[in-house]
């Protein structure tokens, strides 16, 4: 499956419920993987068609082949 890395979405702070930026995919996965913010493990981002991206789905995205930084 590709993967769009302009796709709309949401990083969001699990822990403290609150949005940290609103950009493209390949934007979200460099600003979680940053640490700017805390642990991956912290976040999840809620994209615009609704898809949720687990913490280990962001950390798949920042492994994947092709991916756009």
Known sequence: MEID???IGTLKHIGGGYDIRTDPLNILVTTA????EGEVSDM???????????PDGIMRLARAPGRIR
């Open 5 to 7: 890395w302009y796709q």
């Open 44 to 54: 999840l981002i809620v994209m615009d068609d609704g898809t949720v991206i687990p």
């Open 33 to 36: 993987k940053q640490g700017h």
